[in-house]
């Protein structure tokens, strides 16, 4: 009976042995679960900041990227008035251009015109003396 107890005990005494060495594991897996865990939360955490960050320069990018597109919106619209403007003006140099040419042909006619009546005075002068001479 003795050797019985014995061997109960020794069985016991394993069966024992094998649980603390089972509970160490766990315990020491448990303690790096936690780590993990605890490294996971940390990183999460930094992750969350680096978000928060990246929203807020993607709110940045996209109201300077708004402000130039309204920028380079408002010059398009400032250089077709400049465009308007220049057209405006070569068609007013044009019609002057032409107003020119219109008044050089017609003081080019006033000359002809003027040349014309000299000539026709000078006559009239000489026909005036010879007719005076005559009397």
């Known amino acids: 009976m003795f050797v019985l107890h014995l061997c109960h005990m020794s069985v016991l005494l394993e069966t024992v042995t094998g649980m603390h060495a089972a509970n160490g594991l766990l315990s020491h897996g448990l303690c790096e679960s936690n780590s993990v865990i605890s490294d996971l939360k940390e990183h999460n955490c930094r992750t969350r900041e680096e978000l928060e960050m990246c929203r807020t320069l993607k709110g ?70 010879v007719s005076l001479l005559d009397q």
């Open 60 to 129: 940045k990018l996209l109201a300077d990227i708004q402000s130039g597109f309204d920028r380079i919106s408002r010059k398009e619209v400032e250089a077709g008035e400049i465009t308007i403007k220049l057209n405006t003006f070569a068609k007013k140099l044009s019609d002057l251009q032409l107003q020119e040419e219109m008044m050089l042909q017609r003081s080019n006619e006033i000359g002809s015109q003027l040349a014309m009546l000299m000539r026709e005075l000078d006559l009239s002068n000489t026909d005036l003396v």
